[in-house]
């Protein structure tokens, strides 16, 4: 074999080599961010698990304050029919809001307050929105590497064979509804 063919096997090997390197990461980072968004989603329904437990003991201590009550109930409803990332998102923000006027409710009633199963659930809550907190960072630190590998050369030009898109970043859209509520012992 002469000089030309060899160097013409090594461009193509090379060249082959190059492609699968950067479909492959593009796969991997496109898996990375779809996991990255299921945790969110399980830190989530563990929040919405934990929610009708929260309200129950609540509402044995002050049971006239029902519009309170039905917030949130709503927004748990809301938040499990959620689907996509800005819908879960929404319906994030909304359920912290409600989580909010549940918790300013408990603030006056130190009976409540005092409840070894609401101290319990407070604590549960506080862990949950922590998980939440970390999986949102997660989720996100995933989709910028996602985007920057999809809008850098050469990831450019094998984003499209790999069937990855642009991720949208999660955020809650109300900007007060974007820091958990604070959960008080």
Avoid: C
Avoid at 54 to 59: D, Y
Avoid at 172 to 180: H, K, M, Y
Wanted: net charge negative; glycine share 6%; proline share 3%.
């Amino acid at each position: 074999m002469n000089a030309a063919v060899w160097v013409v096997v090594g461009i193509a090997v090379l060249a082959a080599i190059i492609f699968f390197s950067q479909y492959n990461g593009l796969i991997r980072k496109k898996v990375a961010v779809d996991e990255a968004f299921a945790q969110i989603e399980v830190q989530l329904q563990r929040r919405n698990d934990l929610i009708p437990n929260l309200v129950e003991t609540v509402k044995g201590y002050a049971a006239h304050e029902s519009s309170t009550f039905e917030k949130v109930v709503q927004a748990r409803a809301a938040a499990t029919a959620a689907h996509g990332v800005a819908e879960v998102a929404a319906a994030d923000g909304a359920i912290t809001q409600a989580l909010r006027g549940l918790l300013a409710v408990a603030e006056n009633y130190p009976d409540l307050k005092a409840s070894a199963n609401f101290l319990s659930l407070q604590e549960e809550l506080s862990t949950t929105e922590n998980k939440v907190g970390f999986s949102r960072q997660y989720y996100n630190d995933s989709v910028r590497t996602l985007n920057t590998a999809i809008e850098v050369i050469p990831g450019r030009f094998f984003a499209g064979m790999a069937g990855a898109t642009k991720r949208d970043f999660y955020e809650v859209p109300d900007a007060e509804n974007r820091n958990a509520p604070q959960v008080k012992f």
